[in-house]
């Protein structure tokens, strides 16, 4: 069955960085579209940035233009979000998705947590 696991997430001081990591199994990774949400605490999901299947276009959240950047490896079944410049607002739990069509995965998600 599918499988998309986050990894990455932690503890880290505002303005530090992270590099979070989903590493998918079980689908042919290059036919699907890779999407990164987060979910605040007490607040809903949201989408914070998109890939196209080639890895040729991304779009990204207003709230993190310039901070993030999302990347994927389709020979090694993995796409990446580079965070930068974290901010308190950007804590929540982190989560990638996999979409093809109406084909919709996604993983368990990995908490960041931005506090000094």
């Known amino acids: 069955q599918v499988q998309l696991v986050e990894s990455g997430g932690g503890l880290v001081q505002p303005g530090g960085s992270l590099r979070l990591s989903c590493a998918a199994s079980?689908?042919?990774?290059?036919?699907?579209?890779m999407n990164w949400h987060r979910q605040p605490p007490g607040k809903g999901r949201e989408l914070v940035a998109a890939?196209?299947?080639?890895?040729?276009?991304?779009i990204y959240a207003d709230s993190v233009k310039g901070r993030f950047t999302i990347s994927r490896d389709n020979a090694d079944n993995t796409v990446y979000i580079q965070m930068n410049n974290l901010k308190p607002k950007d804590t929540a739990v982190y989560f990638c998705?996999?979409?093809?069509?109406?084909?919709?995965?996604w993983g368990q998600g990995t908490q960041v947590t931005v506090s000094s």
């Open positions: 890939i196209t299947t080639a890895g040729d276009s991304s």
């Open positions: 998705q996999a979409v093809n069509g109406q084909d919709n995965n």
């Open positions: 079980g689908l042919t990774f290059s036919r699907y579209a």
